[in-house]
């Protein structure tokens, strides 16, 4: 049996255990965490070491010489209605001050905002003055009843995981990291000058694993040292006064705070992207490639391998950005919660490898007596394994105590059996191109750059508002279809890309995921009805192509066949509610799960196929439009069901039924991939009980099989003549 | 036993059974329907006769003269897909070929328009042509897969009402009635002719019925016999060539086709009116009054009364319109779903006396043999007795056929004991000013106009999107409360009226109830705010003050405390969701119902006092601020229970707790009402079952009583000293 291609965290005073379980698991690196250290024995085991690397923290000595180079970022202030002439803001309040430092160093009424909130118009800065001692902002000649809030530049003083960490573990009396700026003179020569050091320092490690390089997303916290706000994607914490000198420098303008602030929502993945913001992503992205590719040169000059962890420290770095390739890293490690977030990893362009860090963390939260780990483990692994069918990663990790997870022999037991099938699984299909029936196009403001990362808040965290909607790559990240992220602006400028069976729009009104005031774009909107017209496939979810504009809410409702109805158009009857019987989208559903779902959709016509009806509104429905095809979802959470009805909606969309019981079986919760360079299908069991299922392969013949509870099985065939 | 304030309908070949329910009901009226004539000793009795009569239709040999001064209407074409240069747009699809004749009589290329709903742009009259034969219009050079749009000018050849009746019953072999209009004028003199006649002809009518005036609602169906399109307000079948003449000539520039289409929406009362339609509303409105003066003229110099049904067409006669005095009619008839539809008739100014048609009309479907309508007849009498207790009609009455109620002898039993209880309540409570605990003001777009017609499509029908807000108004019509309604326009012209105590603002985003725009004027903003934070109490339901601008959603948030997710604030913290257990609001309430209710509203901050939470979001929920109060609610569908509910946010909005154990009763399924005039006091139970309650009077007495079903008790208190 074939070993390796497996990180194994460790800590002292575990060598026998360690080595125990390295065996057992084929393990071929160990790594330290946040709070580990490796024994010094581990390092004389036959395994690469990884060793985390802090790059802009962990250094007050510096820091703290250094305090005009401290990490930035803009803030709002609580918005304060006016009830007379004067406005005293307490502009910190709501901010936790360990965190957050007014900037005093510049000049306020250069760098600042005071803003009228219900004209949107900016105050003139002789109009209002600043109290350091308070922390205040006073405005003169205020009109009563409006309200007000200050846009204020801030130091951050502490490291936003070191704070989580700390806060969240209840560490005591460890020093608060300063994060410093790799944009400044000090920071960005002590920054090269320590790593250089370190990496004579520590001869055993053979891969750098950097946390990442320069800026945390944003996230700071409030008064009671509770998250307050948190943005997995956020470029607030690469602003500084010197940031923004370059950037006009670079691009020609200057950007305001209200460009940072943007009415409080500060740049939220989930608002379509002004021009300005591109352009600042644009111009940080460039400059932490350019500063990051400085450290990676180093750790190849010192003989060692760079991995960069995604997330945390990772703004700048986007993996699917167009400079992430400068940096020359070796490998990207992420967090894997399900399929779409290893297709995340998986997917990564410009390394030579991947890794996924699997659940559950070692952490007591989940190992503790009476508890059985195996079930999260289990349960971890067949969504993830659908993903690693599609596009394996290279490695698989653990994170968290060892020793924990040493008391859990069934689990020690489980995740050597997960270990050899993952090996099993990477040695098959790695390198080899698997079957695709469809090419299916994700469109939205964000396109490549935020490839399987769509409706997302904060990295795997459920929220009300986009589990609906993540439930569509959730399901996407394991089928045998091809996915491309494609954005609005390149269907503008290109048209839709060749060989794309469906497009998928799917998000909330407004949304940068639905698009917003893009559907005003009259290249866009004849472009798609153009591509669906002449055979395309369009799937809408939500509030899709949504934004009120010449009598319609859809603004491809032809192309549906539905719209929502805003109250307006009341006064027009709705006849359509009957509900198409037999249907190839609905053949193996009886009951639906829209999640959140969609109120008050309804049927233009009676071509419009209904195909769920319930509380007055349309939730599910397809549509003819020319030689193409729109289908309406109401909304889509994760389940092995709606993944069976989205598989089912996509060949429909793409007028393809007829090759649906090709390289596929008959029993939603089984799926099959068919390798045809190899010649190899793998028939899956993606869950927990026995299956029974029809299975068709890709030349006509059916038969039954049975799988055991997440079996995998492979099917041989063999040239035919 | 007093009696009086009846009207009966009857018919031929039952004189005997109509004088006998006659005395018991103590009718002094019998009127004639649609369908049943009166028999000639019917007459003779001792009542006042009332005659229908129909001023635009019903005289089809003058109309056939005069197809030039068949009434007209704008309607809109199917929305048609350019998939080619070419486009071909059958307009006629859709429409009802008996009712709707295009306008070949005027020049489409003057009076019609084609658009690009892509762009919203008008396309030149010379890239489009007719044709006349296949009602075809095809345009030139168009824009592949942009949308089109016609909107042509047509005339309506069959009465909307009589084309409704005569469908639903399926009437044989009767000609279709061909409205004309009064603009024209030799409809104009025919009409006043025929009066004139008709006046002389009908010596023993005392009572003129208008059914109505001069134009219907729009109402118009489809190809297959069934409605197309309903707006109980819409001005869509005044139009006419000549009204457009004639309004450039009273407002000094011309109205365009679009000004009509509106979309597609067809001005419906839940857009926010644009300046264009008040200003053709006003020119309407002006016109009808006028000659619809002419008529009662005539009447009145015949000796007898006018009444007009408020309903079919009654457009331009608004009764809270500034013209309807002018009209000098001396009553007004309208048919009363419940409570709100009473108030409607029974707040009308300028008239002698107002009637209400009760329900259930004297038709087969509730009159069948295994039926008891006494059941609908209870229901209908409570809801409406509550409005009564506010502020009574002066006449009830039933329509249909006599002799099919007649086959009921519990159903006449029962009548008989209603018509005795409003006759006892008139008599006791008519000019007697009730009193009042709280001032309350409705705020739309369309204030006084619209008074208890809020969130209407239809009269009294259901809809899914409207009866989660109809429960507001049906509440407040049987509260001890004055209720006036009030437009943004004269908030911000001349700030809230004195002495309100609290606002309403209720409806979906967008919706004219709503307001949508109106919220972005920083007048209309800073008056309401001002107002608040002086004392006055706001209460939101639904989508209140919403328009997304400047970072929030509610442009009141912070007078309600609370505002909506829509996506973009995602990444902030919601961590309020405690609910505050003991509150004067939710003290009679264990479980609620808000209807359609509204999704992802959270509180900004601790001091939102959460009343009820579930789903994660708030659906009731009441703040500070200043001296005022803003109170949320995710919506009101009509319930005893929700009444109740309304009843004490209203109380805690306008800071009187402390008032609310006065004339009042601890059950919310009774309610009492306080004469200080007369000093009688009436506790009414609105069930129908028995009902002990604790009850207050104004002098902070308290006693315990219990009340039969549906009783009313006087309570007469006499002067101390």
Redesign the interface.
């Known amino acids: 049996m074939q070993k390796g291609r497996l990180t194994l965290p460790s800590e002292e005073n575990f060598y026998e255990e360690t080595k125990e379980i390295m065996e057992r698991w084929g393990a071929d690196a160990i790594r330290d965490s946040d709070g580990t250290t490796l024994d010094e024995k581990v390092k004389s085991l036959p395994v690469n070491i990884y060793s985390t690397y802090f790059v802009a923290r962990g250094h007050n000595e510096f820091a703290e010489e250094h305090p005009e180079e401290t990490q930035q970022l803009y803030l709002l202030s609580e918005?304060t209605?006016a009830?007379s002439r004067t406005v005293v803001i307490s502009f910190m309040k709501g901010y936790l001050k360990e965190q957050i430092k007014p900037d005093y160093l510049h000049n306020e009424k250069k760098w600042w905002e005071v803003i009228d909130?219900?004209?949107?118009e900016v105050i003139a800065t002789d109009q209002w003055g600043l109290d350091k001692e308070t922390h205040q902002v006073t405005i003169q000649d205020a009109?009563?009843?409006?309200?007000y809030t200050v846009s204020f530049l801030a130091y951050m003083i502490w490291d936003p995981t070191q704070m989580y960490n700390q806060i969240t573990n209840d560490w005591k009396n460890i020093p608060h990291d300063i994060p410093f700026d790799v944009r400044q003179p000090n920071s960005n020569q002590y920054m090269k000058d320590y790593l250089e050091q370190w990496l004579i320092d520590h001869p055993d490690t053979d891969v750098v694993r950097f946390t990442t390089f320069y800026y945390h997303f944003?996230l700071f916290f409030?008064e009671e040292r509770?998250?307050?706000?948190?943005?997995w994607f956020?470029y607030g914490g690469t602003v500084s006064v010197k940031a923004l000198i370059d950037f006009e420098e670079a691009k020609g303008y200057r950007l305001r705070p209200e460009h940072f602030i943007d009415?409080?929502?500060?740049n939220?993945t989930?608002?379509n992207p002004s021009k300005e913001y591109l352009d600042y992503i644009d111009f940080i992205q460039e400059f932490v490639a350019k500063e990051a590719k400085a450290l990676v040169d180093l750790v190849h000059a010192a003989g060692k391998e760079a991995i960069m962890f995604l997330g945390d420290n990772w703004i700048g770095t986007e993996p699917y950005g167009k400079y992430f390739e400068r940096i020359g890293m070796d490998a990207v490690v992420g967090s894997v919660g399900g399929g779409a977030t290893l297709r995340m990893i998986s997917d990564i362009p410009h390394v030579k490898y991947t890794e996924g860090r699997f659940l559950p963390y070692f952490f007591p939260d989940t190992f503790y007596e009476g508890n059985n780990p195996v079930i999260e483990a289990n349960e971890n692994w067949l969504t993830a394994r659908r993903a690693i069918m599609r596009k394996p990663l290279d490695r698989i990790g653990y994170g968290g105590y060892l020793s924990l997870a040493y008391q859990f022999p069934d689990f020690i037991s489980y995740i050597e059996k997960i270990a050899d099938e993952f090996r099993d699984i990477h040695s098959t299909i790695k390198e080899v191109t698997p079957h695709t029936a469809l090419r299916v196009a994700v469109l939205n403001s964000w396109g490549a750059l935020r490839s399987w990362q769509s409706h997302m808040?904060?990295h795997a965290l459920r929220?009300?508002?986009?589990y609906s909607y993540q439930g569509i790559l959730e399901a996407l990240s394991g089928m045998p279809v091809d996915v491309t992220f494609i954005s609005f602006d390149e269907v503008i400028e290109s048209g839709v890309p060749e060989g794309i069976d469906v497009i998928i729009n799917a998000?909330?009104a407004?949304?940068s995921f639905s698009g917003g005031d893009y559907w005003l774009n009259?290249k866009l909107?004849?472009?798609i009805?153009?591509w669906v017209?002449n055979g395309g496939g369009l799937i809408g979810i939500g509030e899709p192509t949504a934004v009120?504009?010449?009598?319609?809410f859809f603004q491809l409702s032809?192309v549906f066949g539905v719209d929502k109805?805003?109250?307006?158009?009341?006064?027009?009857?709705k006849?359509f509610d009957q509900v198409t019987p037999e249907h190839f989208i609905t053949k193996d559903k009886t009951e639906f799960d829209f999640g959140?779902s969609m109120?008050?959709v309804y049927s233009l016509n009676e071509s419009t196929e209904i195909l769920e009806y319930s509380?007055?509104?349309i939730h599910l429905s397809s549509h003819e439009f020319?030689k193409g095809r729109g289908v309406y979802m109401a909304g889509l959470p994760f389940s092995i069901e709606n993944t069976r009805l989205l598989y089912r909606s996509l060949y429909y969309a793409a007028h393809k039924e007829e090759e649906f019981e090709k390289w596929n079986v008959s029993n939603p919760y089984c799926e099959v991939h068919y390798y045809p360079e190899i010649k190899k299908a793998a028939i899956v069991n993606n869950s927990l009980e026995i299956q029974e299922t029809e299975y068709f392969d890709g030349t006509g013949n059916k038969e039954s099989i049975v799988l055991k509870p997440s079996e995998l099985r492979w099917k041989e065939y063999h040239d035919e003549k």
Chains 1, 2 share one sequence.
């Not at 929220?463 to 986009?466: A, C, E, L, P």
């Not at 109805?565 to 006064?571: A, N």
């Open positions: 918005r209605t009830t909130r219900t004209t949107g009109t009563p009843f409006h309200e944003t409030n509770k998250e307050k706000f948190v943005d956020g009415q409080g929502y500060y939220s989930f608002r808040v904060a929220y009300k508002q986009i998000g909330d407004e949304t009259d909107v004849t472009t009805r153009e017209y009120h504009h010449q009598g319609q032809r109805e805003l109250g307006f158009s009341l006064s027009t009857d006849y959140e109120k008050n509380n007055e509104e020319g």
